[in-house]
């Protein structure tokens, strides 16, 4: 059985063809109505999920030095208002995304520069890998970002970023662009910039209201709740403690934290999970697996990572994709401090997450 163009048909229409000529007919018809017959069709439903996604590792030396030279090159104005570089998965014939259903990239500012405001469906996160001083603007609320910190911009939020400082600085943004471009639910809109005065809130107003720390939170909170974290800040000083604390009762050296919404039971954003784990020098984690992509940034150590046979070295500041359904191993030469997005919460929302651990042996 082979698949040939129909002849008749000039706007991509295709056509199973068959020796049998009133098989063939039959065939030339179906496509010349746009169907196509299942019982031809091959691969759609497969044993396990068919994954286009490839996985990958990119260093951070590429990575600052060529955000560097971009920053020497390519101005930022309102004809290309981000300098960003976005990571490509190798799997997936070039287009701009880290897997199937994630878009990760580094951003680059230099020192005096403005990113102009803008919002757009897609979700998006900043994970500070390198540097601090610049802060970015949430619908009016001024958020310092700093090295380690996790910054939320929730869907349909205004945003820029001002670098006020003498020095550049570089960090990780991971957006649900895929996922929101495949539902054909891509909306963007430029907005106005303005300078704010830092001095006047050296907290954000969100952490003033939410981040008061484990297990409060204001009592008329949920009247005013989003969808998303209304605390749109993790500060690195906070998730290093509790990660000093949980590793001290653990007894494997390989301990995780989830950020959460501080309100309610559920992860920061509707479509993006976020968390951070710690692997003591030495250990090796147990293998696992799940659907779904992983966004990893290396954020302090060194060791290996091994994703369904392939090894990659890691350093602070590498960034490695796990593609749905890949079995990951890590071996932690010095402590490993990694930060992790997922699109869990899509598929948990489907009823379509899985997840599977393979114990050392």
């Known amino acids: 059985m082979t698949i040939v163009e129909t ?9 199973y063809g068959s020796a049998d000529p009133e098989r063939d007919a039959l065939y030339a018809d179906i496509a010349q109505h746009h169907l196509q017959p299942l019982w031809e069709m091959r691969g759609l439903l497969t044993p396990t999920p068919r994954v286009a996604s490839l996985p990958f590792r990119w260093q ?6 060529l955000a560097s030279r971009s920053g020497d090159l390519v101005p930022i104005d309102r004809g290309g208002d981000r300098r960003v570089l976005a990571l490509s998965n190798p799997g997936l014939g070039g287009a701009p995304y880290i897997s199937s259903t994630l878009w990760a990239a580094v951003q680059f500012l230099l020192p005096g520069e403005l990113a102009p405001a803008h919002r757009h469906t897609p979700a998006a996160l900043r994970f500070i890998l390198d540097g601090g001083g610049v802060y970015t603007v949430l619908d009016g609320d001024p958020v310092v970002m700093n090295r380690g910190d996790l910054v939320l911009t929730p869907s349909w939020t205004f945003h820029e970023h001002h670098n006020p400082g003498n020095s550049s600085m570089m960090w990780l943004d991971v957006l649900d662009l ?20 830092q001095s006047v809130a050296p907290r954000s107003a969100a952490e003033r209201r939410y981040g008061q720390g484990a297990g409060l939170a204001p009592v008329d909170a949920r009247e005013e709740l989003p969808a998303h974290s209304p605390l749109t800040v993790y ?9 000093s604390a949980l590793a001290e009762t653990s007894t494997t050296g390989d301990v995780s934290l989830r950020f959460r919404d501080p309100v309610r039971d559920r992860d920061v954003m509707p479509t993006l999970r976020c968390e951070m784990r710690r692997v003591r020098a030495g250990v090796a984690t147990p293998t696992d697996r799940q659907t779904g992509s992983r966004v990893c940034a290396v954020f302090d150590g060194r060791g290996t990572v091994d994703i369904d046979g392939e090894s990659f070295t890691l350093g602070s500041g590498d960034i490695f994709v796990i593609p749905s359904w890949a079995q990951h191993r890590l071996h932690a030469h010095t402590q490993l401090d990694i930060f992790t997005t997922s699109d869990a919460p899509v598929l948990e929302a489907l009823s379509l997450y899985r997840s599977a651990t393979e114990a050392n042996t």
């Open 7 to 15: 002849e008749a048909n000039t706007d991509g229409a295709r056509r």
């Open 60 to 65: 951070a030396e590429h990575l600052r030095e």
């Open 178 to 197: 895929p996922v929101v471009a495949a539902l054909d639910a891509i909306f963007f809109e430029e907005g106005r910039s303005e300078e704010v005065d």
């Open 235 to 243: 500060r690195w000083a906070a998730t290093d403690a509790a990660l």
